[in-house]
């Protein structure tokens, strides 16, 4: 499977209770970021998700408040470098036992203090390592020289400990597919447990102009596409055609709600319109048919994972031909060759 069968039947169960009580809106996980404080300043990143003090981050009560008023099946803890958090044990071991599925978002520079030897691997946690490209690439969107040898490095050590390890990959205007591609290879090599491959965004913070377009985006998403095939990639079927144009979809801004140590963030995880001191507070406020609408300037184009993926998954849960390969393309994860 391309997910864990636990994570993809608390999903399904999730989903199916939201259902049954005739919501239209709701979110599916929580976009943590308990510190905005990072190890790097990577050229593509939002400037406050790596300018934070150390001693504004958020306490571990209101980490685990956020978790429990939000109540999604999945959680993406970032940042920020949450290796950096120094409640970050105590926060995974309250997550695990809330039955929680947990994408631990980082750069690995500080993996081995603040992961390995601190946290056992658990079911309900999945490494997902940022990793842009091969050496020179990677090294350049992160603003440091010998980062990616060391991710490299520590995914497998991540894979010899017996953490779930995944990688999470964002394609910008100057990014070769064939490097893609080539990155895949060496990923699939390495027997990570997935790939997730998404445009990037244009955050109004980032001085360098290495955004893509909205038809550059699906003139590359076109040969993802190809990839997807040969590769253990976790964006969907339809969130991958919406990326190569081939798909209209709405966004769902309210599937990815975001606790920082400002507030809850709205309107969604990319753009910083206010932030709520209370998540009730966030949810009424916020104007959900104007975001979904993409009319906004800063929504044109924008294709990120966080706002469509869902709305993909929605999609095909009301058509009985993309279900089916919905749940065919879950079955059948790639694998490298013996």
């Known amino acids: 499977m391309r997910f864990p069968l636990g994570l993809t039947l608390a999903v399904s169960r999730y989903m199916m209770s939201q259902a049954v009580h005739r919501r239209k809106r709701y979110p599916t996980t929580l976009m943590l970021e308990p510190l905005y404080t990072c190890n790097l300043a990577c050229v593509g990143c939002s400037t406050e998700r790596h300018t934070g003090k150390l001693s504004d981050r958020l306490t571990l009560a209101e980490c685990l408040e ?25 926060l995974i071991e309250g997550l695990v036992k809330r039955g929680k599925y947990i994408f631990l978002c980082t750069n690995t520079l500080a993996i081995e203090k603040g992961l390995f030897d601190r946290i056992p691997p658990d079911p309900h946690l999945l490494v997902n390592v940022h990793l842009d ?5 990677h090294d350049f969107v992160c603003n440091r020289k010998g980062v990616f040898d ?18 999470n990959t964002t394609v910008y205007q100057e990014t070769s597919m064939a490097e893609v591609e080539e990155l895949c290879e060496m990923l699939m090599g390495m027997d990570v447990d997935g790939m997730l491959i998404s445009p990037g965004y244009q955050y109004s913070t980032v001085e360098q102009d290495i955004f893509m377009k909205r038809d550059d985006i699906h003139a590359k998403f076109s040969q993802v596409m ?37 507030g809850w963030k709205g309107p969604c995880y990319l753009i910083e319109e206010k932030f709520y001191p209370t998540y009730d507070e966030f949810w009424n406020s916020t104007d959900w048919e104007y975001w979904e609408s993409r009319q906004d300037e800063r929504c044109r184009n924008c ?26 393309w879950n079955m059948t994860k790639p694998k490298r060759k013996k």
């Open 66 to 90: 956020a978790v429990d008023v939000s109540n999604t099946p999945t959680m993406s803890l970032c940042g920020g470098e949450p290796t950096l958090y120094p409640e970050l044990p105590d």
């Open 133 to 137: 490209g091969m050496r020179e690439t």
């Open 150 to 167: 060391h991710a490299v490095a520590m995914i497998g050590e991540s894979k010899r400990r017996g953490y779930q390890t995944m990688t």
């Open 226 to 262: 190809a990839l997807s095939k040969r590769y253990p990639l976790t964006a969907t079927p339809g969130f991958l055609r919406f990326c190569a144009g081939q798909k209209e979809l709405k966004c769902s801004p309210y599937s990815t709600v975001t606790r920082t140590p400002m």
């Open 303 to 328: 294709y990120m994972h966080s706002g469509f993926e869902a709305s993909a998954v929605q999609a095909a849960s009301s058509n009985p031909k993309e279900l089916l390969e919905l749940m065919a």
